[in-house]
């Protein structure tokens, strides 16, 4: 199981397009935690699992290709 905490737009759709984004890269998605929000921003952690053949670095790719989202 890994952990993944991005910082995203806190507005509408922004969660979705994450999750949709660590779907397209194989992840399930266990849990997710908003860690906080404030001033448009938001940090949430991801409790994920990936099959034996993705790579984790792959999850850290997939959410830098969301537009305003950073891992942390």
Do not use: Q, W
Not at 22 to 31: E, Q, R, S
Not at 56 to 63: Q, R, Y
């Amino acid at each position: 199981m890994y952990l993944l905490r991005v910082a995203l737009p806190d507005r509408p759709g922004s969660l979705g397009a994450v999750a949709s984004a660590l779907g397209a890269a194989h992840a399930d998605i266990n849990a997710v935690e908003i860690v906080e929000k404030g001033a448009g921003r938001a940090v949430d952690d991801f409790m994920l699992t990936i099959p034996g053949d993705v790579r984790p670095d792959a999850l850290v790719t997939a959410c830098a290709r969301v537009p305003d989202v950073e891992v942390l």
